[in-house]
């Protein structure tokens, strides 16, 4: 597939890097030359210097022979008529934008093909939001994805000593402890590295155990796992920004929440916008002010400023004033790497999250799902079986038969919502979802040939 990517900032830089690695043709155009000159370097891309809305740009970078334009530069207006100018002058099938403006957002005729012909509009700041609503509705999670139209969730919680029934106990007695639900236990991340699982591994503490159940027995199988004195019910958060708005705004009919946020014209926005949330101004790494706020009986922290040094700073003080949990959103992978495993209890990545939703549409029509698990060294992909009957290989066989490469792994199949696993007596039929974790990338292709159709060509 031939992809023009505009923006070279970390969300176009991490997709390019993804859609490179599994052999697209793609294409990077952003105004900073010397920045595509050290990508080109290190990964297999084409790269154009230039504003991405020109035609002539667009036309430099293959625009006549593209088949998806993905902009995700940091203007929202470049974005929208760069897919105009895609679609107008080049016809390029398929056209994604990111646009952050509520101002734009909140009018969905502008998104047509009478109007900017954008075909997926990618919210940041909604996507990080809809992830941190999640991580507080289940107060141990690291992690929690979505399959199966939200039927099925993927749930990451860290081993600890201090409480549960993980720690010291093998895989097979805690499936057997789960069994009521219906859970699988799909891998474990051992000192950031995955581990497969089996029934003789003993979890160790600080093991990062991913396991999948239905969602509506999700909270169940959480607290069998990890019993919870007391649920999450005070949220301060840090940040009046976009998100952190956002965030309070769904947050406050079922939680007590309080905003901290240092510029007073933000303040008065906010104090307008929210009906419950408690709005106060001052610097989140104050403190002062966090004492003054009984931060010691705060259940979530959630730092999710503009500024990478200032969310580090306020979650770090905020967990050693006595906050429960902590999470901060953190922009540069550099510094991810130094904070993740600290005393930070949840580092979020906006570039992973939105790469996820970006993923998605990248995919074939059969992919429903594709979600990174830690910061993108193994991904779990949610495929469909195609309908048609002749469509795969795969269909009437047990799905423990196929196989697919040494680098993934079929962990379960969902029918009609139910979550089947390798114990399992049925076979596969036409619509089956299949959950598969991919611990390598280049074999995504590999992965996608079993479930396309006998005749087709997807390039």
């Not at 039927?151 to 990451?156: D, H, R």
């Not at 992973?352 to 799902?369: D, E, F, R, Y």
């Not at 196989?403 to 979550?419: C, E, F, L």
């Amino acid at each position: 597939m031939k992809i023009i990517i505009l923006g070279a900032g970390d969300v176009g830089t991490t997709l390019a890097e993804h859609l490179a690695i599994e052999h697209n043709d793609v294409t990077i155009i952003d105004i900073d030359g010397e920045h595509l000159h050290t990508l080109q370097e290190r990964m297999d891309i084409y790269t154009i210097t230039g504003n991405g809305a020109y035609p002539n740009t667009l036309k430099r970078g293959g625009a006549e022979e593209a088949d998806m334009l993905i902009a995700v530069t940091s203007s929202d207006e470049i974005n929208l008529v760069a897919c105009q100018v895609a679609a107008s002058l080049f016809q390029i099938p398929s056209k994604i934008a990111r646009i952050r403006s509520l101002q734009y957002l909140a009018h969905e005729k502008l998104f047509s093909p009478s109007a900017f012909p954008v075909d997926v509009l990618i919210s940041p700041e909604q996507v990080i939001t809809n992830y941190i609503h999640h991580l507080i509705e289940y107060p141990h999670a690291l992690q929690v994805l979505d399959f199966a139209d939200q039927k099925l969730q993927l749930v990451a919680v860290k081993a600890k000593t201090v409480h549960g029934t993980l720690v010291g106990h093998s895989l097979k007695s805690l499936q057997d402890h789960l069994a009521t639900w219906d859970t699988e236990i799909v891998i474990i991340f051992r000192h950031g590295k995955p581990l497969p699982p089996n029934d003789t591994i003993i979890i160790e503490s600080n093991d990062e155990v991913y396991f999948l159940a239905s969602t509506v027995n999700m909270h169940s199988v959480m607290n069998a796992m990890l019993p919870l004195n007391t649920p999450n019910e005070r949220i301060i958060i840090a940040g009046g920004g976009n998100i952190g708005t956002r965030l309070a705004s769904c947050l406050e009919e079922n939680f007590q929440v309080k905003i901290i946020e240092k510029d007073p014209d933000r303040i008065e926005a906010l104090a307008t916008h929210l009906s419950k949330g408690i709005v106060l101004q001052g610097d989140a790494s104050d403190k002062e002010l966090l004492l003054s706020e009984n931060i010691e009986n705060t259940d979530v922290f959630c730092a999710v400023c503009n500024q990478d040094e200032t969310n580090i700073m306020s979650a770090l003080l905020a967990k050693r004033l006595g906050a429960r949990k902590t999470m901060a959103l953190i922009s540069r992978p550099s510094y991810l790497e130094l904070v993740e495993g600290g005393d930070i209890d949840i580092v979020i990545s906006p570039q992973q999250a939105t790469i996820a939703s970006l993923l998605i549409h990248v995919k074939p029509g059969h992919v429903a799902n594709v979600h990174p698990l830690r910061h993108g060294e193994t991904e779990a992909i949610e495929i469909i079986v195609s309908e048609c009957k002749n469509a795969s290989k795969i269909i009437g066989r047990h799905f423990k038969d196929i196989q697919i490469p040494n680098d993934a792994n079929i962990v379960a199949m969902v029918r009609n919502g139910q979550m089947f696993t390798e114990h399992h007596d049925i076979a596969v039929e036409p619509g089956d979802r299949m959950i598969i974790l991919l611990f390598d990338k280049r074999k995504i292709r590999q992965i996608e040939r079993l479930f396309q159709e006998e005749n087709s060509s997807f390039v």
